[in-house]
């Protein structure tokens, strides 16, 4: 940045009188330094005074109308009478009575027979599936010749077996 020194060609002539106006291309070098150091320095201190967070909108602190209570709906003696007791006007349900039935069903659920089975036949199509996985891999390896299940040193017949028998358990054939 060469600032106003560097745009001046000549030195002005001590005769003339010095231009007047806003702009003066002769202004005083320290005058020059001052407002070269003041300008960046003004833009440092409006960004750190004026800079302030994003508000959420007009309505930023305002409750909602979630909190405002609603209007008291018509009671049906049906539907009081198919839940198995008659509310009350001031409740609808304890939470305690709640949390039994909730436990007593949860109980009920997890020592059903039909979840018991489900949870034996998961444990053993993971067995399955982990053999199988296993036997893919091997069969693999016996192709390539290389891990576990290489067939380096066996014979040509022996090799064809093993990999036939593999092919078998896999579903590959």
Same mark, same amino acid.
């Given at each position: 940045?060469?600032?106003?020194?560097?745009?001046?060609?000549? %030195?002005?002539?001590?005769?003339?009188?010095?231009?007047?106006?806003?702009?003066?291309? =002769? =202004?005083?070098? $320290?005058?020059?330094?001052?407002?070269?150091? =003041?300008?960046?320095?003004?833009?440092? +201190? !409006?960004?750190?005074?004026? #800079? !302030?967070?994003?508000?959420?909108?007009? +309505? &930023?602190?305002?409750?909602?109308? $979630?909190? #405002?209570?609603? %209007?008291?709906? %018509?009671?049906?003696?049906?539907?009081?009478?198919?839940?198995?007791?008659?509310? !009350? &006007?001031? #409740?609808?349900?304890?939470? &305690?009575?709640?949390?039994?039935?909730?436990?007593?069903?949860?109980?009920?659920?997890?020592?059903?027979?039909?979840?018991?089975? +489900?949870? $034996?036949?998961?444990?053993?199509?993971?067995?399955?599936? *982990?053999?199988?996985?296993?036997?893919?891999?091997?069969?693999?390896?016996? @192709?390539?010749?290389?891990?576990?299940? !290489?067939? *380096?040193?066996?014979? *040509?017949?022996?090799? @064809?077996?093993?990999?036939? *028998?593999?092919?078998?358990? #896999?579903?590959? $054939?």
């Amino acid at each position: 940045m060469l600032g106003l020194r560097g745009l001046v060609a000549a %030195p002005a002539p001590a005769a003339a009188a010095p231009p007047r106006g806003r702009c003066s291309a =002769a =202004a005083p070098p $320290e005058k020059a330094g001052r407002v070269s150091l =003041a300008i960046p320095a003004a833009a440092a +201190l !409006s960004l750190v005074l004026w #800079t !302030s967070p994003a508000s959420a909108g007009i +309505l &930023s602190g305002f409750s909602g109308l $979630e909190s #405002t209570p609603g %209007p008291d709906l %018509p009671r049906l003696e049906f539907l009081e009478k198919w839940n198995g007791q008659l509310l !009350s &006007s001031v #409740t609808l349900f304890s939470s &305690s009575e709640n949390q039994k039935k909730y436990a007593e069903f949860d109980n009920r659920f997890k020592n059903s027979k039909v979840l018991q089975d +489900l949870l $034996e036949k998961s444990k053993k199509n993971k067995q399955k599936n *982990e053999r199988l996985i296993q036997d893919k891999y091997c069969l693999r390896g016996a @192709e390539w010749g290389v891990g576990d299940c !290489s067939t *380096e040193g066996m014979s *040509e017949q022996e090799r @064809e077996d093993f990999i036939s *028998e593999l092919k078998k358990r #896999t579903g590959a $054939e």
